[in-house]
Structures are given as structure tokens and as C-alpha cells.
């Protein structure tokens, strides 16, 4: 009777594990929009409407963005008297539901932002002690993805703290994608396919290409430093349980060729796509990179098998992104400041992704390649690559049988 017991207990307590968060989101990693990168806290009702306006006229929608998230800085600096947390009144004047009623009925979805400690990392009321109350109030707005932050979290355990807004989302009972914004202090790679749907990787991202942005007592960290600390991390990633290396920022500064290398290597790593800049007042250049649907197809394959870094000598960066198909996407990466040569001969490459058993033979099979940038039919395996490829700049190609 006792081993039935046990058993009974052990199944319960699997089951209560594995129903700790919604089935089936987030199955392909999240694209959308968020207001940090370019605005802060400096947000507001017709901000987010015309933004929302602009995700559909640029074809943002069309190329699969999906979110439309404000970030921090939407609530008041004081709950209620009951508790609740309160839109900023001078802000959003007519409250937050009407607002994402409009975004809705954009055919798009709506996102909040909150922290897990005391206070936001703008100084805003966070969720501590407030977990089930807010996803209550979450879920009676109707928003549709909630990112969840690491500020003022002295004392705090990470993985107690995101489980139990994990649970809260799931008791107020509207399926919310959860995104935890741990900056990848704890781990949560090991311990959160079971909480929410993406987990960041690293500290904060900034639009420079390397190195970082040194605030004294943190920094901000470059895309190819950011590129490298995913190293490792493929293994824990997959249909709705995703590695995020932080937002887009295309269109925030860099070059263009720094912003396609950027977009293209989140695509090989299966990130989630969401684009940081003011889509209000895009370059054409940008918004060719943002809505290139066949790279976004890479990003977006339903096998969901994180890339990685196949090869790197002398500057140059090669990865590799098993596809659903057995079909490859290659891609080669200039980190220096000067062209380079780039000489590949597929034959001599005998790709083996042991992690996904995948494995790519072009000695045995001719593979047709396709250029996701120049957007042009570009021979297949049996002549070598021969290209020259600028400073900062990527060679992105589709390989199919």
C-alpha cells in the first residue's frame, strides 16, 4: 500500500511539474515589438497606437511579428489602496484595456512588463508579494505575453520567484507567453522549460557591434559578445522552452551591414525576434532586413533546433543551423574590420550536429543553394564558395537536397 502511495505522490508531483505553465505557445520563438530599447519610459497611449498602426502598414505583421509589448514604466508609481497595480494616468488616460482592445483589433497581441523583485528596474511597483493579484489583472486586460524582470531582487530566490508567477499565470487562467528577463545569472537554461517560454541568456544588450558599453557599475553588453556566451546553450532549447540573448536593435544605430549580421545570427540561433527601434521612422534598409521572410523562415523552422558556431579562423565565423527537411542554413560571418576572403569547399566538410543527430554530406549529396540576402538562386555544392564579404557584414545561405 505504501509503494502505491508513493507512486500515486510521484505522478501527481510530475504532472503538477509539467502543468506548471500553458501547452503549446510559443512553439516557433516569439516575434514582435517592445518600447525599451529606443523609449525608455518615456511611453504613452498614442505611442503604442501608432506603433501598432506601423507594425501592420510596414509589413511587420505580415513577416510574423506578433507582440506588441510596453515595457517598464506603463504603471503608476503606487499601487491602489487595494493593492492593484495602476496605468499611469497621464500616460494612458484612458486606461490599459481599451488601449489593447485597439492593438487586438490590429490582429495583433498585447504584452506587459513587471519585475520580480520590490520595485522595477525604473523605480515602478514590482511583483513581489503581488504574484497571483497582477495575473489576475493581467489576465482581465487580455494581454498575451508578460516580461518579467530581475531588479531589486536582494535576497530573492530566481527559481522559487519565476516558478510562482509561473503558477500565478497559470491559476488566473489566460494563456500568457512568459518571458523571464533573469539576464542568465541563475541558470535558468537548467531549471525553466517548465516556467515560461524564453529565458534571457545574458545581461542587457546595446547597439554596438563589440565589446560593450561600460556603465561603471554594469555594462551593456555588444551582439557578437552576446553571439558568443550562447555557446553551450543550444542543447536547452526548443518548441516553446526558447534561449533569448536579448531584444533586436536593429535600426538603433549600428551599420547596415552590422544590423544584417546581427538579425541573421539571431535567426541561426532560433532567438526570439523582437525588434527594438522606432518602426514610426524605419530606413528603407532596415526594413528590408526586418521583414526578409526567408531569413525570418530560418529563425522561424518548426524543427526548432538552435545553430551554433560550426568553425572560426582568423575573424571569420561560421554557423550552422540544422533545418526541418534535412535542409541547412550556413552562415559566414566577417568580424573584422577589413573585407575578407572567403573560400569554402563544400566537399571537405562533413557537418555532424551530434546533438540532433544531423548531418550534412556534401561529398555524397549535391545540396541546391540559396543566397537569403542577395535573395537569388546561387548554384549548389559542387563548385566551392568563392566571395568576398565586407567588414562586419554575412553571407547567409539556405542549403536543400
Known sequence: MKNKILVVIAIFFFTAVKAQKFEGLAL???????????????????????????????????????????????????????GNLVPDPKKFPNGMKVLIDYVHSKGLKFGLYNCAGTKTCAGYPGTRGYEYQDARFYASLGIDYLKFDWCNTEGINAKEAYATMSKALKAAGRPIVFSLCEWGDNKPWLWAENVGELWRTTGDISAKFDGYLDHGTWKQLGVMPIADMQNGLRKYAGPGHWNDPDMLEVGNGMTVNEDRTHFSLWCMLAAPLIAGNDLRKMSKETKEILTNKEVIAIDQDNAGMEGYKYKSEDSLEIYIKPLSNDDWAVCFVNRSDKPMQVNFNWKDELIKDTLFKKTMDAKNHTYKIRNLWAKNNAGDTQKPLSAMLPSHDVIMLKLSK
Open 28 to 82: 516557433t520563438p516569439p516575434m514582435g515589438w517592445n518600447s525599451w530599447n529606443t523609449f525608455q519610459t518615456n511611453i504613452s497611449d498614442n505611442l503604442v497606437r501608432g506603433i501598432a498602426d506601423e507594425m501592420v502598414s510596414s509589413g511587420m505583421k505580415d513577416a510574423g511579428y506578433t507582440y506588441l509589448v510596453l515595457d517598464d514604466g506603463w504603471m503608476a508609481m503606487e499601487r491602489d489602496a487595494n
